[in-house]
């Protein structure tokens, strides 16, 4: 590796007198120079003050604005959001109550005022659609909060302070990544202490549990990118504490990756709540959810499979916008993109 | 083969090599279309050597790739013409330009670093130059050594059976050499080929590379920033800025009688052809003006107010190898200096010279493993609390990357508020009229504060870097290669810059650089060191003049076309 | 390559240990009776508790019955289902289904996975790279499940391709929808990985050196570009085994596939926690064997990770 293997010197000093004085050509060589007025001179490095001033939010929103995928998604969510908190805007049908279903509608499909017809039960498909959509958003959000709380704070003390911590998270990480979320997710839930008191928050738990290690990798590599940056040294020589140049500097700076991996997680987590609820273990029965709704019209998916796709198809958007977001994000946030 | 084979017969000296006239070429960007390059033309005879001059951004390195066909995808010849030897390959096929590529027009790119692909063995990536072009026969084995060896690679044949991170980057440089020779091509197009190395590195494998290209008779389209290093290395030199050619002809001439003023511009900037110390403006004028007596002359210091002292500085970084063994490296082995107040000391060296880490001991954010390091009399290392605190104030750094010194969170105002903030200096109304006055010292308008880093070029970063470093007034600045990444134009602003707050408020430099060409515009006196050691120390004018070791005198020697202007 | 190897396989040891004793830990030490859980809370015989006592050790410490299980893992020791069957015997008829199907659906990931990635990332931009991009957010979107029973009742039910599922040899043939299903997830995965890969590669300085050397258009991407990016690529696949192992439980539960996923299902719902355990921990084993293996091959194609 070391340069001290090559015999440069030797080679230099024989090649030195020539270069010295520089060529000169036995050639007649032509001097052209331009007319001034074709290439006209700029101060040094002007400072370029025509476009408005811009911080790094506001840039990625710049271009976010104009991405037909970024807007897409963003009304999707905020369709969803809105009928996860609002459930009754939609549909004067309110599912929860169960005198609303009647075995006489088993099976039947559309008529008026029942637009996806009834499932098994009696009761109206649309109804419990609309109604499903707050379980699912809602283990989807407090997860990723959930993830982005345990997971961002170790991941940027193992980063930023290495050591001990760092070794013993890496090798905590190897662990949980032995074991699949799913694998371990239904370990968990088929515990008495779960079993017995199934809500949306042990599901909630039981992913935040085997979901943290990814925020955490991903935040300590952005934090290892940053927390040798110049910027952070001149801080510390300015007089900043190291656990403030860490919260000033380091964390706003490492949020980036962050933001996109947790918005695509949270598509990933409302799956993984639909399938362990579609295997019998995730949310409880008496929970209105997209994923119990698909487990119960699994028995009559060949006679009536539209009880079945419709769930799905909410399910399947409601994810596909938020992953379509972490997509549109990263494109925005790419820090390649900026430098200039 | 035989060398002389595909040398140049005379009577083919009147048709031109390459020959590029009028040509545009035009990005097409999301921002719509942009000209990269106008009206460039250029003429390379056999055997010459031309080199193309510029800045980052003046469209040299697009000029010369769209010679071989390597635009990047959104690039296109959007105008006129380029001849390879009298044939217009402009729009030739695909097929046309794999066929000179290699055997008739070869690359010798930038960073070796990035270069070599990492998954494949040194001397396979060489014999694959030779296939493609033909040139590969039973003998392909000895071939590859033999070229690898004509560009000074030592041991070459076990060498071509290791991978490029095995090499260090002179190496990997001179492996690239060879691909880009091993096929003899006519024209060698060499963009910045060592702008990533070590001066002395640098200036070795020129050398060579100047050698074996006089031999084989290759003529040789050099890309370069620096109008030293173009002068001494071609008989050509061609001007670029902002895409448009400004000015051509003999290099002796365009250095010493430059005529388009951009071109004056660049040779009164160019560091390597500056024989003095930089004194602002304002104290040339004085000088100037007789009527005046010069007084603005150097800070006057008193012979031992000396506001650093090193003493013994050595520091020992543990390295941990196979298996947990750690073995011990001595990045500075007892170094030794003192800083006069109001001066500049520079400190100049290679990598791995440990003058960087000096400058981390110096600013307290490494601690020396022996000896000390005293600020004002007081050892830094014992600081704690308060006093450190007190020290933060008074010693300010500014880094190399000007991408990287400035939180690309924050916008100028925030950035600069910052140290104020942290010290609890006056309300925000007093600090924002502090900022202004700041901004104004470093030329910068007011109204930059309301922008973020990366709206600012590389040299405004740096001025905003200098503004944050001087809001606490400090004593002492400890610059860590900070116009390393600067172009020329800019860095001689940035200099000047320096040398004018310096007359103004009587600060004191230490700064750490790899360029001897700085030192010579900056600083007041200078310890060169080498492999943690100090080598030479002693005033700036005593080192040019009278340098006592060989490795400083190498050092010297390395900068280009010194003696060109003379 | 022979220390790193060594090396490696001393850093599998305590994830070995790590992920076996958390899997014990949460069945036996979490609060609540673990003869509860293992029978899944419902009411057994005093015969067969004393069976999982004994079987568990549940008399002693928990450090001794964590020691003692992992003896019985690896002599293979698994105890019996509530039918009184060997679970190793039930793992040993279910597992080579799960390999094959699990082969199969890497299989089909590789080959259109790379092959889709590749030309999208070789014509970033066009209409076939946007088309495959969006057709695999669509997939990953959409869950296992879900994709399940539509390619199941399109192509086995209406359409009549295939069998919707599989009899009890499960044959390859009947296989290749699972397959597909199974490995649909994670083929959108490495046609993206492979995407960027390739696109980032292609504007490497090394490709445009590559280039300028002369050699072939063809060349140039399957020497430099192709390699260099299939380096990811395959590492991902490589840990992706391990994953639809597991992930089969899905899969294999709408097409009735007698495969270990389904055996953990079936168990589930039964409630028969031991055999929970004991497959998990199998399944554990086989995912770090095969970091292991992807690690080594990681090694094997990039030659900067050797000597680190």
Same mark, same amino acid.
């Given at each position: 590796?070391?340069?001290?293997?090559?015999?440069?010197?030797?080679?230099?000093?024989?090649?030195?007198?020539?270069?010295?004085?520089?060529?000169?050509?036995? *050639?007649?060589?032509?001097?052209?120079?331009?007319?001034?007025?074709?290439?006209?001179?700029?101060?040094?490095?002007?400072?370029?003050?025509?476009?408005?001033?811009?911080?790094? =939010?506001?840039?990625?929103?710049?271009?976010?604005?104009?991405?037909?995928?970024?807007?897409?998604?963003?009304?999707?969510?905020?369709?969803?959001?809105?009928?996860?908190?609002?459930?009754?805007?939609?549909?004067?049908?309110?599912?929860?109550?169960? !005198?609303?279903?009647?075995?006489?509608?088993?099976?039947?499909?559309?008529?008026?005022?029942?637009?996806?017809?009834?499932?098994?039960?009696?009761?109206?498909?649309?109804?419990?659609?609309?109604?499903?959509?707050?379980?699912?958003?809602?283990?989807?959000?407090?997860?990723?909060?959930?993830?982005?709380?345990?997971?961002?704070?170790?991941?940027?003390?193992?980063?930023?302070?290495?050591?001990?911590?760092?070794?013993?998270?890496?090798?905590?990480?190897?662990?949980?990544?032995?074991?699949?979320?799913?694998?371990?997710?239904?370990?968990?839930?088929?515990?008495?202490?779960?079993?017995?008191?199934?809500?949306?928050?042990?599901?909630?738990?039981?992913?935040?549990?085997?979901?943290?290690?990814?925020?955490?990798?991903?935040? *300590?590599? &952005?934090?290892?990118?940053?927390?040798?940056?110049?910027?952070?040294?001149?801080?510390?020589?300015?007089?900043?504490?190291?656990?403030?140049?860490?919260?000033?500097?380091?964390?706003?700076? @490492?949020?980036?990756?962050?933001?996109?991996?947790?918005?695509?997680?949270?598509?990933?987590?409302?799956?993984?709540?639909?399938?362990?609820?579609?295997?019998?273990?995730?949310?409880?029965? @008496?929970?209105?959810?997209?994923?119990?709704?698909?487990?119960?019209?699994?028995?009559?998916?060949?006679?009536?499979?539209?009880?079945?796709?419709?769930?799905?198809?909410?399910?399947?958007?409601?994810?596909?916008?938020?992953?379509?977001?972490?997509?549109?994000?990263?494109?925005?946030?790419?820090?390649?993109?900026?430098?200039? | 083969?035989?060398?002389?084979? *595909?040398?140049?017969?005379?009577?083919?000296?009147?048709?031109?090599?390459?020959?590029?006239?009028?040509?545009?070429?035009?990005?097409?960007?999301?921002?719509?279309?942009?000209?990269?390059?106008?009206?460039?033309?250029?003429?390379?005879?056999?055997?010459?050597?031309?080199?193309?001059?510029?800045?980052?951004?003046?469209?040299?390195?697009?000029?010369?790739?769209?010679?071989?066909?390597? #635009?990047?995808?959104?690039?296109?010849?959007?105008?006129?013409?380029?001849?390879?030897?009298?044939?217009?390959?402009?729009? &030739?096929?695909?097929?046309?330009?794999?066929?000179?590529?290699?055997?008739?027009?070869?690359?010798?790119?930038?960073?070796?670093?990035?270069?070599?692909?990492?998954?494949?063995?040194?001397?396979?990536?060489?014999?694959?130059?030779?296939?493609?072009?033909?040139?590969?026969?039973?003998?392909?084995?000895?071939?590859?050594?033999?070229?690898?060896?004509?560009?000074?690679?030592?041991?070459?044949?076990?060498?071509?059976?290791?991978?490029?991170?095995?090499?260090?980057?002179?190496?990997?440089?001179?492996?690239?050499?060879?691909?880009?020779?091993?096929?003899?091509?006519?024209?060698?197009?060499?963009?910045?080929?060592?702008?990533?190395?070590?001066?002395?590195?640098?200036?070795?494998?020129?050398?060579?590379?100047?050698?074996?290209?006089?031999?084989?008779?290759?003529?040789?389209?050099?890309?370069?920033?620096?109008?030293?290093?173009?002068?001494?290395?071609?008989?050509?030199?061609?001007?670029?800025?902002?895409?448009?050619?400004?000015? !051509?002809?003999?290099? $002796?001439?365009?250095?010493?009688?430059?005529?388009?003023?951009?071109?004056?511009?660049?040779?009164?900037?160019?560091?390597?052809?500056?024989?003095?110390?930089?004194?602002?403006?304002?104290?040339?004028?004085?000088?100037?003006?007789?009527?005046?007596?010069?007084?603005?002359?150097?800070?006057?210091?008193?012979?031992?107010?000396?506001?650093?002292?090193?003493?013994?500085?050595?520091?020992?970084?543990?390295?941990?190898?196979?298996?947990?063994?750690?073995?011990?490296?001595?990045?500075?082995?007892?170094?030794?200096?003192?800083?006069?107040?109001?001066?500049?000391?520079?400190?100049?060296?290679?990598?791995?010279?440990?003058?960087?880490?000096?400058?981390?001991?110096?600013?307290?954010?490494?601690?020396?493993?022996?000896?000390?390091?005293?600020?004002? /009399?007081?050892?830094?290392?014992?600081?704690?609390?308060?006093?450190?605190?007190?020290?933060?104030?008074?010693?300010?750094?500014?880094?190399?990357?000007?991408?990287?010194?400035?939180?690309?969170?924050?916008?100028?105002?925030?950035?600069?508020?910052?140290?104020?903030?942290?010290?609890?200096?006056?309300?925000?109304?007093?600090?924002?009229?502090?900022?202004?006055?700041?901004?104004?010292?470093?030329?910068?308008?007011?109204?930059?504060?309301?922008?973020?880093?990366?709206?600012?070029?590389?040299?405004?970063?740096?001025?905003?870097?200098?503004?944050?470093?001087?809001?606490?007034?400090?004593?002492?600045?400890?610059?860590?290669?900070?116009?390393?990444?600067?172009?020329?134009?800019?860095?001689?602003?940035?200099?000047?810059?320096?040398?004018?707050?310096?007359?103004?408020?009587? $600060?004191?430099?230490?700064?750490?650089?790899?360029?001897?060409?700085?030192?010579?515009?900056?600083?007041?006196?200078?310890?060169?060191?080498?492999?943690?050691?100090?080598?030479?120390?002693?005033?700036?004018?005593?080192?040019?003049?009278?340098?006592?070791?060989?490795?400083?005198?190498?050092?010297?020697?390395?900068?280009?076309?010194?003696?060109?202007?003379? | 390559?022979?220390?790193?190897?060594?090396?490696?396989?001393?850093?599998?040891?305590?994830?070995?240990?790590?992920?076996?004793? #958390?899997?014990?830990?949460?069945?036996?030490?979490?609060?609540?009776?673990?003869?509860?859980?293992?029978?899944?809370?419902?009411?057994?015989?005093?015969?067969?508790? &004393?069976?999982?006592?004994?079987?568990?050790?549940?008399?002693?410490?928990? =450090?001794?019955?964590?020691?003692?299980?992992?003896?019985?893992?690896?002599?293979?020791?698994?105890?019996?289902?509530?039918?009184?069957?060997?679970?190793?015997?039930?793992?040993?008829?279910?597992?080579?289904?799960?390999?094959?199907?699990?082969?199969?659906?890497?299989?089909?990931?590789?080959?259109? /996975?790379?092959?889709?990635?590749?030309?999208?990332?070789?014509?970033?931009?066009?209409?076939?790279? @946007?088309?495959?991009?969006?057709?695999?957010?669509?997939?990953?979107?959409?869950?296992?499940?879900?994709?399940?029973?539509?390619?199941?009742?399109?192509?086995?039910?209406?359409?009549? =391709?295939?069998?919707?599922?599989?009899?009890?040899?499960?044959?390859?043939?009947?296989?290749?929808?699972?397959?597909?299903?199974?490995?649909?997830?994670? $083929?959108?995965?490495?046609?993206?990985?492979?995407?960027?890969?390739?696109?980032?590669?292609?504007?490497?300085?090394?490709?445009?050196?590559?280039?300028?050397?002369?050699?072939?258009?063809?060349?140039?991407?399957?020497?430099?570009?192709?390699?260099?990016?299939?380096?990811?690529?395959?590492?991902?696949?490589?840990?992706?085994?391990?994953?639809?192992?597991?992930?089969?439980?899905?899969?294999?539960?709408?097409?009735?596939?007698?495969?270990?996923?389904?055996?953990?299902?079936?168990?589930?719902?039964?409630?028969?926690?031991?055999?929970?355990?004991?497959?998990?921990?199998? #399944?554990?084993?086989?995912?770090?064997?095969?970091?292991?293996?992807?690690?080594?091959?990681?090694?094997? $194609?990039?030659?900067?990770?050797?000597?680190?």
């Amino acid at each position: 590796m070391s340069e001290n293997l090559t015999p440069e010197n030797d080679l230099s000093k024989s090649a030195k007198p020539a270069a010295r004085q520089g060529k000169v050509s036995s *050639r007649v060589i032509e001097h052209f120079v331009a007319p001034l007025e074709e290439t006209p001179l700029v101060a040094v490095d002007k400072v370029d003050m025509t476009a408005a001033p811009l911080s790094l =939010w506001a840039d990625a929103w710049k271009n976010l604005r104009k991405q037909p995928l970024f807007i897409i998604s963003a009304l999707l969510i905020l369709a969803v959001l809105v009928v996860a908190i609002f459930p009754q805007w939609f549909t004067h049908i309110d599912p929860t109550d169960q !005198s609303t279903c009647s075995l006489n509608d088993s099976g039947e499909g559309a008529r008026s005022g029942h637009p996806l017809g009834f499932t098994l039960q009696g009761c109206d498909v649309y109804a419990r659609m609309i109604y499903g959509t707050r379980a699912s958003l809602m283990v989807g959000v407090f997860t990723t909060i959930g993830v982005l709380l345990l997971g961002g704070i170790m991941g940027a003390l193992a980063g930023y302070y290495g050591g001990w911590l760092d070794a013993i998270l890496a090798r905590l990480g190897d662990i949980f990544f032995a074991l699949p979320m799913i694998l371990g997710a239904i370990i968990i839930m088929q515990l008495p202490a779960f079993r017995d008191n199934r809500s949306v928050w042990t599901v909630i738990v039981t992913l935040v549990v085997f979901g943290w290690p990814q925020i955490a990798r991903i935040t *300590r590599g &952005a934090v290892i990118e940053n927390r040798n940056a110049d910027f952070v040294t001149a801080s510390k020589a300015l007089g900043l504490s190291s656990f403030k140049a860490l919260v000033k500097h380091v964390i706003p700076n @490492s949020m980036a990756p962050v933001i996109v991996v947790a918005s695509i997680s949270l598509g990933t987590f409302i799956v993984a709540e639909a399938t362990l609820s579609f295997l019998g273990l995730g949310l409880p029965q @008496s929970v209105m959810s997209w994923g119990n709704d698909i487990s119960d019209a699994q028995p009559q998916v060949r006679n009536n499979p539209a009880v079945l796709l419709w769930p799905a198809l909410a399910l399947s958007i409601t994810v596909l916008s938020f992953i379509m977001l972490g997509d549109a994000l990263r494109d925005a946030l790419d820090p390649k993109a900026r430098k200039r | 083969m035989n060398v002389n084979e *595909r040398n140049t017969p005379m009577n083919d000296a009147e048709t031109p090599l390459l020959e590029i006239r009028d040509l545009a070429i035009t990005f097409d960007t999301s921002n719509g279309p942009v000209n990269a390059v106008r009206n460039a033309h250029l003429t390379i005879m056999p055997g010459e050597t031309v080199a193309i001059v510029g800045e980052s951004g003046s469209g040299k390195s697009t000029t010369a790739l769209s010679a071989i066909g390597l #635009l990047p995808s959104n690039g296109r010849v959007s105008g006129g013409q380029i001849l390879f030897d009298g044939e217009d390959i402009t729009h &030739a096929s695909e097929k046309r330009i794999i066929e000179l590529r290699g055997n008739s027009i070869g690359m010798v790119p930038q960073d070796p670093m990035s270069n070599l692909n990492p998954v494949w063995k040194i001397g396979f990536q060489v014999k694959e130059t030779l296939k493609a072009n033909g040139l590969a026969g039973a003998n392909s084995k000895d071939r590859v050594a033999e070229v690898l060896a004509e560009a000074g690679l030592p041991d070459a044949a076990a060498r071509a059976k290791q991978y490029p991170h095995e090499f260090s980057g002179g190496m990997r440089q001179r492996a690239l050499i060879a691909i880009g020779l091993a096929c003899r091509p006519r024209l060698l197009i060499a963009d910045e080929p060592t702008s990533a190395l070590d001066v002395t590195v640098q200036r070795q494998i020129l050398d060579h590379l100047d050698t074996m290209t006089t031999e084989l008779g290759t003529a040789v389209l050099l890309i370069t920033h620096d109008l030293g290093l173009a002068a001494e290395r071609a008989e050509k030199v061609v001007v670029m800025y902002k895409g448009q050619v400004v000015e !051509s002809g003999p290099a $002796l001439e365009i250095l010493r009688n430059p005529q388009h003023p951009y071109t004056q511009r660049l040779v009164n900037s160019a560091p390597s052809l500056s024989s003095r110390r930089l004194q602002s403006e304002k104290s040339k004028t004085a000088e100037t003006q007789l009527t005046k007596p010069a007084v603005v002359a150097a800070p006057v210091a008193t012979a031992d107010d000396h506001i650093v002292q090193v003493s013994n500085l050595t520091k020992v970084f543990k390295i941990r190898g196979a298996l947990g063994k750690s073995t011990d490296f001595k990045a500075v082995d007892d170094v030794s200096f003192d800083v006069k107040r109001g001066t500049t000391m520079a400190i100049v060296g290679e990598s791995g010279s440990g003058k960087s880490t000096v400058a981390q001991m110096a600013l307290s954010l490494l601690t020396p493993t022996e000896g000390n390091i005293k600020f004002d /009399g007081v050892d830094v290392t014992s600081l704690r609390g308060k006093a450190l605190f007190d020290f933060r104030r008074r010693v300010q750094p500014i880094f190399q990357d000007p991408y990287g010194s400035l939180d690309p969170m924050l916008n100028i105002y925030r950035t600069i508020e910052e140290p104020l903030k942290i010290h609890k200096i006056g309300d925000s109304k007093s600090r924002e009229k502090k900022v202004r006055e700041l901004l104004d010292q470093v030329s910068m308008p007011a109204a930059t504060m309301h922008r973020y880093p990366n709206e600012l070029s590389g040299g405004q970063r740096q001025r905003i870097a200098i503004a944050r470093a001087l809001a606490l007034n400090p004593d002492l600045i400890i610059c860590d290669e900070a116009v390393s990444a600067l172009d020329v134009l800019v860095q001689a602003q940035v200099l000047n810059l320096l040398a004018e707050l310096q007359e103004d408020l009587g $600060l004191t430099y230490l700064f750490i650089t790899h360029d001897l060409a700085v030192v010579r515009q900056i600083a007041d006196n200078v310890t060169v060191m080498q492999k943690g050691r100090v080598v030479e120390s002693g005033t700036t004018d005593e080192i040019f003049a009278n340098p006592s070791q060989s490795y400083t005198q190498d050092l010297l020697n390395a900068i280009p076309g010194a003696t060109l202007l003379a | 390559m022979v220390m790193f190897a060594f090396r490696r396989f001393l850093q599998l040891i305590p994830v070995f240990f790590g992920a076996t004793l #958390l899997v014990y830990f949460l069945v036996f030490a979490t609060p609540g009776d673990p003869i509860a859980a293992l029978s899944g809370g419902k009411p057994m015989a005093p015969a067969v508790e &004393a069976a999982l006592r004994a079987q568990y050790n549940l008399d002693q410490p928990f =450090w001794i019955q964590y020691g003692l299980y992992l003896k019985n893992l690896v002599t293979l020791n698994l105890g019996q289902t509530f039918s009184g069957q060997e679970v190793s015997a039930v793992i040993a008829r279910a597992y080579p289904v799960t390999a094959r199907l699990a082969i199969m659906a890497l299989a089909i990931e590789a080959i259109f /996975g790379v092959l889709f990635g590749v030309i999208a990332g070789l014509r970033k931009g066009k209409l076939f790279d @946007s088309t495959v991009l969006v057709a695999s957010l669509v997939v990953i979107a959409v869950p296992t499940f879900v994709l399940g029973f539509v390619l199941q009742l399109v192509v086995g039910v209406k359409l009549g =391709w295939a069998r919707p599922t599989v009899s009890g040899a499960a044959p390859w043939n009947e296989l290749i929808l699972p397959a597909v299903v199974l490995g649909l997830v994670s $083929l959108a995965y490495v046609i993206r990985l492979t995407r960027t890969s390739i696109s980032e590669n292609m504007n490497a300085d090394y490709v445009r050196t590559a280039t300028a050397k002369g050699l072939s258009r063809r060349r140039v991407v399957v020497v430099h570009i192709l390699r260099n990016s299939l380096i990811p690529v395959i590492t991902f696949l490589g840990a992706d085994l391990g994953a639809l192992m597991g992930g089969a439980i899905v899969t294999e539960g709408i097409f009735n596939v007698p495969g270990v996923g389904n055996l953990l299902y079936k168990a589930i719902l039964k409630g028969e926690s031991a055999t929970v355990v004991a497959v998990v921990s199998i #399944l554990v084993i086989v995912f770090v064997v095969a970091n292991l293996i992807v690690d080594l091959l990681y090694a094997w $194609l990039d030659p900067r990770i050797r000597y680190v």
